[in-house]
């Protein structure tokens, strides 16, 4: 049990480390997409009209966007780096989207570790012996090295 739970933990720090190690390098290259779709719509959110206009893309990860600027705003207001929210979303439409990729990117990043956690969850569901048998840990091995989930 507790060398499968080591395992486990393994695999996901394998996951997190391969989804990581573009943002830790410091090589960021923006995607076409990157630009207007995680960067401007969720900041057009914390204007307050919750509807994003804009549904080629999920919903659920606008709003996700729009909760950790949100929350990234209101730090950076507490701490003294912007003398109110409106100047902090101001800022950010015009002088540093970089900041806005990057957290966008640790969201993805965040998703993409947990989806490897429930590929371990249900495949053990499925299997009848749980999150940390043989075939679970093997599944989420495989989502956590797999070139296209990565």
Excluded: K
């Amino acid at each position: 049990m507790l060398r499968s739970s080591a395992c486990l933990a393994a695999i996901l720090a394998v996951a997190l480390g391969l989804r990581a190690w573009g943002l830790l390098s410091g090589q960021l290259a923006w995607h076409p997409d990157e630009v207007l779709f995680p960067s401007l719509l969720p900041l057009n959110l914390l204007g307050g009209d919750l509807n994003p206009y804009f549904f080629n893309y999920p919903s659920f990860h606008l709003y996700t966007l729009t909760a950790v600027f949100g929350l990234d705003g209101i730090i950076q207001v507490l701490l003294g780096a912007s003398p109110d929210l409106q100047t902090w979303r101001d800022t950010h439409y015009v002088l540093s989207l970089e900041r806005m990729r990057d957290l966008a990117r640790w969201v993805g990043v965040v998703y993409a570790v947990v989806t490897v956690w429930m590929v371990a969850v249900l495949t053990g569901r499925l299997h009848g012996d749980g999150a940390r048998s043989r075939v679970a840990l093997a599944a989420a091995a495989w989502m956590a090295v797999n070139v296209v989930h990565v």
